[in-house]
């Protein structure tokens, strides 16, 4: 009795018309209003029609040449991006000591990384501000202390990130071995636990980044002297009645910033494709993966 034979790969399912619906509606959800913000930002006017009425690019070099939008472009970029670099100083030794010399501070981290997410981040703010004026008033209304707020409201998420990557990785039995190997704490933090977290990292410091990015109350509680793009957007807002174009350059900058948000988005999935958890690093071949 002859046998036919199977064929080598099964035939691809057709996604079913719920799932097409569903993710449809939710990239429509997710996707028209920043087509709207686009348009918007072109509009010369935009009365009853589904589209603007005309098209011109003042309001971009409206944007682009104000000196207060670059400002507070600039300041809001560095202070995410030093919001994102002390999270990591701060977080990576943290979250490898709890996990592997002293477990007791682990609860205390944890319920540390709990705080922004129980509290208002105006409440945390207050509080903040207070203790400086109590310990270090030369630092109210200042730069740093705006950029310790930041770090603070950010820490869950490099946290969460981090430790995540270290329970993935096994940091716990990595950094046995390589101390039985007569490894150093500093090595073994260098040459075994970074390379083996670099997503966690990566991931956590595009988390902190956009938090900060965007963040308003801080700005305004601690630190009203620091021009951030969140500021000048609520001055733009402010002014809209005197000002008929103030809501197309919020458009325009708000377009920037999504740009690049979307980017470094796109950057981190990129580093993170394909990532695999290594055993050490001196075990690993030429590709990346633990030889046996």
């Known amino acids: ?126 509080g903040l501000l207070q203790f400086a004026g109590i310990v270090t008033p030369g630092i109210q209304g200042t730069f740093p202390l705006l950029l310790l707020g930041h770090t603070a409201i950010a820490f869950p998420f490099m946290y969460w990130a981090v430790d995540g990557a270290m329970s993935a990785a096994g940091i716990e039995r990595l950094s046995e071995a390589a101390e039985a190997c007569g490894a150093s704490p500093y090595q073994i933090i260098r040459r075994v636990v970074l390379p083996n977290i670099v997503p966690g990292i990566v991931s956590g410091a595009l988390l902190s980044f956009a938090t900060s990015f965007g963040e308003f109350a801080m700005v305004q509680t601690l630190a009203r002297g620091v021009y951030t793009i969140p500021i000048w957007s609520a001055g733009e807002i402010r002014s809209y009645s005197g000002d008929a174009g103030a809501f197309n350059r919020l458009a325009a900058v708000t377009v920037v910033s999504f740009l690049v948000l979307f980017v470094l988005s796109g950057i981190v999935v990129y580093r993170n494709r394909g990532q695999i958890v290594r055993l050490l690093p001196s075990v690993a071949n030429s590709e990346g993966r633990p030889t046996a």
């Open 1 to 126: 009795m002859a046998l036919t034979a199977l064929p080598r790969t099964l035939p691809r399912s057709r996604p079913s018309l719920g799932r097409v619906l569903l993710f449809g509606g939710l990239f429509g959800y997710f996707l028209l209003p920043m087509v709207a913000v686009v348009l918007y930002s072109f509009a010369t006017r935009w009365t009853a029609n589904i589209l603007p009425d005309g098209y011109t690019l003042d309001w971009w070099i409206s944007a682009v040449t104000d000196s207060a939008v670059r400002e507070a472009f600039g300041t809001t970029l560095i202070l995410a991006t030093l919001t994102a670099l002390l999270d990591i100083v701060l977080v990576v030794p943290a979250a490898y000591w709890s996990r592997v010399r002293n477990r007791r501070i682990r609860t205390f981290i944890e319920v540390s990384a709990a705080i922004p997410f129980a509290l208002p981040y105006i409440v945390i703010a207050f």
